[in-house]
Nanobody, 124 residues
Framework: QVQLVESGGGLVQAGDSLRLSCSASGRTFSSLIMGWFRQAPGKEREFVGGISGGGSTKYHDSVKGRFTISRDNAKITVYLQMNNLEPEDTAVYFC??????????????????WGQGTQVTVSS
């Protein structure tokens, strides 16, 4: 089992930055692929980006150049740095852990463990 807890969400204005954190516990964190997803009201949960144990990253096209995922294996934490936020980024953001794959998947079904989510609201 892996327990995930997100933090750092809030209300910001368009153009602002925000950093989300996801703290993990329960098993060897460095071997996990970690993903960030988001779900806006009335929409499906979508892949934002992910990071492998070795630090390789993958992003959804809509956030490339604005969002950066990093991890600190010593602190068993993964981060989502969000810059130049847009109202369209408003959503509940979830971190997730994949203990089975060898690559970063953008599919929800590949992730085994999920956090409870943190709300990000971007006003125009």
């Amino acid at each position: 089992q892996v327990q995930l807890v997100e933090s750092g969400g809030g209300l910001v204005q368009a153009g602002d930055s925000l950093r989300l954190s996801c703290s993990a516990s329960g098993r060897t964190f460095s071997s996990l692929i970690m993903g960030w997803f988001r779900q806006a009201p009335g929409k499906e949960r979508e892949f934002v980006g992910g990071i492998s144990g070795g630090g390789s990253t993958k992003y959804h096209d809509s956030v490339k150049g604005r969002f950066t995922i990093s991890r600190d294996n010593a602190k068993i934490t993964v981060y989502l740095q969000m810059n130049n936020l847009e109202p369209e980024d408003t959503a509940v953001y979830f971190c997730a852990a994949d203990q089975r794959s060898w690559f970063i998947s953008n599919m929800r079904s590949e992730y085994d463990f999920w956090g409870q989510g943190t709300q990000v609201t971007v006003s125009s």
